[in-house]
């Protein structure tokens, strides 16, 4: 494993136990440029994943609990005339830092939600016409309760698409819910130390983003979102936009691993993740038991990988 990535997944592992692969794919989504969907119930350690990151990359953290009462202003922020000035100041919103958490954001009204589409896409926030510059790096981790839970309601799929990845963080292990009641689980994330800094990051990201690719692994990340589009257990396939969180997060999965190059495991490990939310399910496949997990797995049995 790299050097960087294995001190950064062992200062978040100290805080989030049991967890190392969902650690590492965050890991690996932050470094990519990537928004993270995090989608699960409430009290499996989401929020606390993402005071770790914060601190262990020391980026600016900023944290909102969106309810139906959330408004747009609440995100972005607003202009207030000040008196003393005799003009309109602009009073920047949670937005403008390093790492957003929108917590629960399938609480909030839809107008609400729509006001993160722009800065997910763009890194820009548009108040009263004007257009402002978010922080570099921009990270985006939002929380969703399971559908079908109280006050919540489905993200559009224009906000599905915009995340890289979408995970679970899942019940602790037996093990690990018995040292979470004796109180030895992990350390405070108060006690966390930085490992890097937000330089660091984007350096990183420049560095993932020139890294050598070979055509064949190219065509094997179209043509696998190419055979989400064509039916089968599909009933809606996935976006250009989906092509390329496949490659950010396999470029993301090689560093980490230490290497200079993509292999088709790469883009394996990581397909579940950055094309389950992205597509649909076809009511035949639904009414013979095929899970999301199944449909996927078949993906990649079915599209002939290339050697590596």
Known sequence: MNRIAEAVLTRVDSVIKGKDEVVLKVFAAMIAGGHILMEDIPGVGKTTLAKAFARTLSLDYRRVQFTPDVLPSDILGFSMYEKESGRF???PGPVFSNLFLADEI???SPKTQSALLEVMEEGTATVDGVTREL???????ATENPYGSSGTQMLPESQLDRFMICLSMGYPAHEDAVAILKGNAAKPVENIKPVLTADDLKTIRTAISQMYVKDEIYDYIVSLV??????????QGASPRGTIAMLGMAKSVAFINDRDYVTAEDVQSIARDTLGHRVKLSARAKA???TMDDAIQKLIEDVRAPRT
């Open 135 to 141: 922080p570099d790096p921009f990270v985006v981790i």
């Open 106 to 108: 399938n609480r909030t």
């Open 288 to 290: 013979a038991g095929i």
């Open 226 to 235: 190419e055979h989400t589009r064509n039916g089968g257990s599909f009933a």
């Open 89 to 91: 100041e602009f009073h």
